[in-house]
Structure formats: C-alpha cells, structure tokens
C-alpha cells in the first residue's frame, strides 16, 4: 500500500521561504519519479516540479529559479523561495514507479492529500 504525506505548509509572507517534506511509503524515492503539483483557489491544478531517478530535475515557468525539488534520505523535498502571493495554494507530492521527467499529473499514480501553502 502506497503512501504520500506531505507537511510543512502555513502562512508565510511575500519574499519568505517554507520547505515541503513529502514523506512516502510502500515505494522508494530513489525508484521513482517524483513531482509537486499545486492548486489555487479558482484555478486548474499545475504541475511545480518534477524529479527523477537519476535526479534530474524539471521546473514549471511560473517557478524558475525559486523553487528547488530535491531527495534526501527516504523523503523528497521542495524548497520554497522568494515567494509571492500567487504561489497560494493546496501542494501535492506525487509518484510513480517509473523512470521519467514529466510535469503531468496523468503521469502519476499516487498522490498524497496535500499542504495548504498561504502567501500574503
């Protein structure tokens, strides 16, 4: 049985930083391919970030440059910076057993319930 818990969210202020920890069980990090995805309030749910096996790493536009995917020890992370209002949203960790690069969340089979990020 499969498992993805995310943590780490809250209210920060525009310009703060906050670090997601998705902590997976039933399937390693070092085998899969990893993503975060996002929604906000009114709008489609996007793909944040993307990693792979190998460590190979992916970003979304909006995200560039402030966002950084990484894997440590069991868990898979996503740091957070410069961040603005509209980085608002509920954050997902997703995975699948597979070795690919992809911001679709077609691309993965399981999600975890997500942490509510506030920026304002």
């Known amino acids: 049985h499969v498992q993805l818990v995310e943590s780490g969210g809250g209210s920060v202020q525009t310009g703060g930083s906050l670090r997601l920890p998705c902590a997976p069980s039933?399937?390693?990090?070092?085998?899969?391919?990893m993503a975060w995805f996002r929604q906000s309030p009114g709008k489609e749910p996007e793909a944040v970030a993307a990693i792979r096996r190998d460590d190979l790493t992916a970003y979304a536009d909006s995200v560039e440059g402030r966002f950084t995917i990484s894997k440590a020890g069991t868990n898979l992370y996503l740091q957070m910076d410069s961040l603005k209002p509209e980085d608002t949203g509920m954050y997902y960790c997703?995975?699948?057993?597979?070795?690919?690069?992809?911001?679709?969340?077609?691309?993965?089979?399981?999600w975890g319930r997500g942490t509510q990020v506030t920026v304002s």
């Open positions: 039933g399937l390693s990090v070092s085998d899969s391919s």
């Open positions: 997703a995975a699948e057993p597979q070795s690919y690069l992809r911001l679709r969340g077609r691309d993965y089979r399981f």
